[in-house]
């Protein structure tokens, strides 16, 4: 019985220690507020779109991209069509569209790709923030409730 307690304070110790290294910064995954430079510069393809909270299907994530430049300057694919605007992204992440700079081209397409595409920049122009996590793998661009949230990868990914 002697032998099995300073056995069973080890095992405890090492299990403290463990939980007390919990909330350090190598616990998982990281989110951080987005820069200029972390958002713009590279190409990034949708993965998950949200609005109000529910996921919305789509059927071609891939054909749904965005970038920006260091001038501010967005653009990318929205399913079936191209669209271009002006933004600015804060220090602390905060996302600024000029809406009035917003356009698309008009093309058609199969009427579900188009609701699609029409809920995509719909909630596009609506995110007011963006995050990166893992590493700067991802991108995410929301609104300040949460109800809108687009989910980015780096193309090549």
Known sequence: MNRV??????GFAIVIAGCMNMDGKDSGPTQTPG?????CGDKWEMRLLRING??????Q???????CNSDGEAMGKSGINTYRGAMQVTSNGQVLWDTDSFASTKMA??????EQETQYLRALSG????FVKSGGGRLILRDVSGDIYIEYIKAGS
């Open 5 to 10: 307690i300073p056995v069973w304070l080890m």
């Open 35 to 39: 820069s200029l430079s972390s958002v």
């Open 54 to 59: 529910q996921a919305i299907p789509v059927d």
């Open 61 to 67: 994530p891939r054909e749904f991209t965005f970038l």
């Open 109 to 114: 397409g199969p009427p579900q790709l188009m």
């Open 127 to 130: 995110t007011r923030q963006a």
